[in-house]
């Protein structure tokens, strides 16, 4: 019964159908016009909103006309100016936009913008076009290298005064933009006889100096390997070597990284990690290779040199930071030193580490006033969220906000403190965008907090006269280019609220959204960019240190795939609400939008990991634009930011007995000051391949093995990248087979087999099987043609910059039982540790108060009761499945009904405070949204409701599947494996 229908096309639980919003406008006074002047806009009928269906599941596209321009009387300019596009002023002070007549387009001055120093740029010229479009060859790897800008210094725009008429996107040749334009000095770059540039080299120079003595690498013997790293920052796939890479090879074992490298942090810093500030001196480093001053280095010559752990060259020892050494040739004031006795130090960088004064805070919110846009509450929704976290952000004195609003025409506003009233502009001419006022478009948060408030105390029903013939398209391209203009010379963060396909102007979009093409071998085309306008954009903005987040709420096809690539070149987020309707999706939507605005953000960042000597980072995995060949360029780098790496053998050996991770991120903090968070880790190397099996960090294998399919899904197909998945599972037991016989049997998720297998399968594999066959049913790689281009795009994007924990709960969610809990469940635990090493029964706990969640169950239909009351967590959402046959008492306890016959599942919800059985429940949902960062919404699904329980089948990866590929339950996927062995 939950097989998927074939003509299903939904995005996300389905809904009943919602009643549509009030179509009444809110007359409530307030400081900005709710009548526009007739020169402004034409026709504005009351508002209203209906859809062919709920949105969020299968509403249709809304039917109206093509948008028209309105006809706009020209302002015109001085005699001594040549004639412009026309710009509308108006003064928003009583109510209703005055027209007022003004000059003013001079060219762009921050001088007033706080905390900003040094002297202007000027205008900025050509920078290049991205890579060729379409799938990419080769292997898996993260975003390619595009032909870099043209050469420039700074973090800004040319200082050289030339202007020029090319379009922004003209090519130039690959990687010719210097490192400095991206913020890198030349103290921080690697020496000219590296291979690469930076501040981690990948050590090939080195390799021609194996012979010379002082290139020793250090040995196991001479580290502390009592010295862990929190795995919270770096985990490796696997936590012992092999030590050549025939035998890694052989493994077929992914070997690689995951980093989070602000991972914990809460405001400005993280308490576990502390500050080193070397002053004058300036931060110890290696001469050769560069890595920064750790644990792991040997120290010789009584305390007069040390030898770095990645390339092996002896480094003088600075005068001022010598110290003896004990009888275990180990400093004496090692336990005094963080960056010795630690593996995580963040490092205070000196002004050679700068190229400009650090740019403050910077938060421009770019937002879709078409008329889905308020017909939905979308507009109201993220006034709010702003507002709320209005007091946060002024808590820097140093942040600068703006704002812009878009729908066939550009919308600035002015945020000049002295002014009574903002101000609203008004450019429709798209062809050639005008910037007026350009120093007024962007304030001191502090210094104009009353003139931010009357702006969002009225962007709720300034655009209520928008109609449905008028507002229906935008243009997104001409915002992004005008909002781009507007903080160019500072950098920070872009905020977009997208509602419908962009039509007009610059970066315009066709719907390429092709029923009849889902599910066939050409379905991965339609998930890669087509219009090369946002990717090179993307790329520009980069350089500029301008990270955007992209927040698409459209009902219809939104291309998500083409506009996200603005995050995912930017060190952005992408955030996703299939047809947005306020009361349905108004809390996940604020939550999520206070959470961007207020987690621990780090601005003009770069990010490098370093290997030891013969090892290397070679493709990567997140959001990033790569300089050169593993340098990541990072305008914003947030807590939640994660990347996946490979790591290749350079030489067939490694020369060491234990091999030395260092992650550095370089940064401007919030506060203004420029840091280097640095994190290493010691793995040891071994001689066989039992032994680098046994220590596989599952978790983090089936993670960076999920990352790479889908670079395979976006290059060669959906098949491929399943086939893929498959085979390494397969291969890696083989080569297991190959060098161990045994006996042993199926994981405990399932039932064991009769008759006993041919080898042992180690426990640090035992669940291998059931991961890959989950990821290959995944809305990531499955096959069928039920997942929509943009739902499967947005899943694509979020889950390739994924924790650990979210990806495993993703692929393998959590099912409890919630209608038969036991008296102590929902309460907290005195000790969460007995729980949560509780194999046996599976017994968790989570949230910050160490709740104890319900029994959980596997994921297959059986399981499912009609008797039951049952919780998914996917880490993206929740769903309560509610069988037809349950108790009336329970049903009334928890939901406040006897009987969900004519219930609308939409607005039901759990009892609050109605009995100490709903309380509980409540308390095990709240501690499952502690979990994760982004806010994760509840639905409910009634047993027999067709398209629902076809969605939630989804998730039951242990049943079969309804496409070619996925008809294997997981024991008859798991019997696949042993077979082919």
């Known amino acids: 019964m939950y097989n998927q229908p074939p003509n299903y096309t939904g995005y996300g639980p389905p809904q009943p159908r919602p009643s549509p919003p009030n179509s009444q406008p809110n007359n409530k006074s307030n400081n900005l016009t709710t009548n526009y002047p007739p020169n402004y806009s034409s026709n504005y009928p009351p508002n209203s909103f209906t859809t062919t269906g709920p949105p969020g599941y299968s509403s249709g596209p809304v ?406 013939s008028t507002g229906l398209t935008t243009c997104l391209g001409a915002a992004l280019m005008a909002s781009r203009r507007v903080i160019e010379q500072i950098g920070g963060k872009l905020c977009v609220f997208l509602m419908s396909l962009p039509a007009l102007g610059e970066g315009n979009l066709k719907n390429r959204e092709n029923p009849r093409v889902l599910g066939t071998d050409k379905e991965h085309l339609l998930l890669n960019p087509e219009e090369p306008f946002y990717k090179n954009l993307a790329i520009d903005l980069s350089r500029l240190q301008i990270s955007v987040d992209t927040f698409f709420l459209s009902t219809n096809y939104t291309d998500i795939s083409t506009v996200s690539v603005l995050s995912k070149y930017t060190g952005g987020s992408v955030f996703f609400y299939p047809g947005f309707y306020s009361p349905r999706d108004g809390i996940k939507f604020h939550r999520d939008l206070s959470h961007n605005l207020t987690r621990s953000t780090v601005f003009e960042s770069v990010f490098r990991v370093r290997c030891t000597r013969g090892l290397r980072a070679t493709t990567f995995y997140g959001n990033y634009f790569i300089r050169g060949n593993d340098l990541l360029a990072l305008p914003n780098c947030t807590s939640d930011s994660v990347f996946g790496m490979d790591i290749s053998y350079e030489d067939q050996n490694i020369g060491a007995q234990v091999v030395t991770i260092q992650a550095a991120l370089l940064y401007t903090s919030a506060s203004g000051e420029r840091r280097i968070r640095v994190h290493n880790m010691l793995i040891p190397v071994v001689q066989s391949i039992p032994e680098m099996i046994e220590s596989v960090d599952l978790d983090a294998l089936v993670n960076l093995l999920a990352k790479q399919s889908i670079e395979i899904a976006l290059k060669t197909g959906f098949e491929n990248a399943r086939n893929r998945v498959n085979s390494t599972c397969i291969e890696i037991f083989k080569a297991l087979r190959a060098v161990s016989v045994g006996a042993g049997g199926i994981p405990s998720y399932g039932v064991r087999p009769a008759a006993p297998q041919e080898f042992t399968i180690p426990q640090s594999l035992q669940l291998l099987p059931l991961y890959a066959n989950a990821l290959q049913k995944s809305v990531l790689i499955r096959g069928g043609n039920e997942i929509r281009i943009d739902e499967r795009s947005y899943y694509q994007q979020i889950l390739s910059n994924s924790t650990i924990s979210d990806l495993k709960t993703f692929l393998y969610p959590s099912l409890y039982s919630i209608h038969d809990i036991t008296s102590d469940v929902g309460l907290p635990s005195d000790n969460p540790d007995e729980y949560n090493n509780n194999d046996e029964n599976n017994i968790t706990t989570a949230g910050s108060f160490h709740v104890r969640l319900p029994q959980k169950v596997s994921l297959r239909a059986e399981n499912l009761t009609s008797n039951g009351i049952f919780l998914l967590d996917n880490s993206i959402e929740l769903i309560i499945w509610i069988g037809r046959s349950v108790n009336p008492a329970t049903l009334t306890t928890l939901f406040g009904v006897s009987s969900l016959d004519n219930v609308d599942m939409a607005n039901l919800s759990i009892q609050a405070d109605n009995s100490d059985y709903s309380n509980r429940i409540n308390a095990v949902i709240m501690s499952l949204r502690e979990e994760t960062s982004r806010y994760m919404q509840l639905h409910f699904i009634r047993e027999g409701d067709g398209y629902a329980e076809a969605y939630f089948s989804r998730f039951l990866v242990e049943d079969r599947a309804n496409f070619a590929g996925g008809t294997l339950s997981y024991m008859e996927y798991y019997s696949l494996v042993m077979r082919s062995l």
């Not at 900025?124 to 890579?131: H, R, T």
């Not at 600075?318 to 336990?335: G, I, Q």
């Not at 017909?375 to 906000?401: E, F, H, Y």
């Open 63 to 468: 039917s109206a006309p093509p948008s028209q321009n309105t006809q706009v009387p020209p302002v015109l300019p001085p005699q001594s100016m040549s004639p412009r596009p026309a710009v509308q002023f108006f003064s928003v002070a009583s109510g209703t936009p005055v027209p007022v007549t003004t000059n003013n387009f001079a060219p762009p001055n921050y001088s007033n913008v706080s905390n900003l120093s040094g002297p202007p740029s000027s205008q900025l010229n050509a920078p290049p076009s991205g890579p060729p479009l379409g799938p990419p060859s080769g292997p898996p790897s993260g975003p390619p290298q595009a032909q870099g800008p043209p050469q420039s210094q700074g973090y800004g725009p040319p200082t050289t005064g030339q202007q020029t008429n090319q379009p922004f996107y003209q090519n130039s040749a690959p990687n010719s933009m210097p490192l400095s334009a991206y913020g890198i000095p030349e103290s921080y770059q690697q020496p000219a006889s590296s291979s690469n540039a930076g501040p981690a080299d990948t050590n090939a120079a080195l390799n021609a100096d194996v012979s010379i003595g002082n290139n020793t690498l250090p040995s196991l013997a001479e580290l502390d390997a009592s010295i862990k790293c929190n795995p919270q920052f770096i985990r490796p796939t696997v936590k012992k070597l092999v030590v050549s890479q025939q035998l890694a090879n052989n493994s077929r074992l992914p070997i690689g990284l995951i980093v989070q490298p602000l991972a914990g942090d809460k405001g400005v810093g993280n308490s576990e990690v502390p500050v080193v500030d070397f002053g004058a001196m300036g931060i110890v480093r290696c001469k050769r290779c560069r890595t920064y001053i750790n644990p792991f280095v040997v120290w010789t010559d009584s305390g007069r040199r040390y030898r770095c752990n990645i390339c092996g060259m002896t480094n003088e020892t600075p005068s001022n930071y010598f110290s003896h050494l004990d009888s275990n040739n180990r400093r004496r004031d090692r336990e005094s030193r963080p960056e010795l006795s630690r593996c995580s130090v963040e490092f205070v960088a000196p002004s050679d580490y700068m190229i400009r004064p650090p740019q403050p805070p910077v938060y421009f919110f770019v937002i879709d006033v078409s008329y889905q846009a308020y017909a939905s509450g979308m507009i109201t929704t993220a006034v709010n969220a702003i507002k709320d976290c209005l007091s946060d952000l002024q808590a820097n004195p140093r942040t600068n906000i703006g704002f812009l609003t878009f729908d066939t025409s550009i919308h600035f506003y002015n945020l000049k403190p002295s002014l009574k009233a903002p101000q609203m502009l008004v450019v429709s001419d798209l062809s050639d965008l005008v910037l007026p006022l350009p120093e007024d478009l962007l304030a001191n948060l502090q210094d104009s907090r009353e003139i931010v408030d009357a702006l969002l105390d009225s962007l709720s029903t300034m655009f209520s006269k928008t109609t449905e």
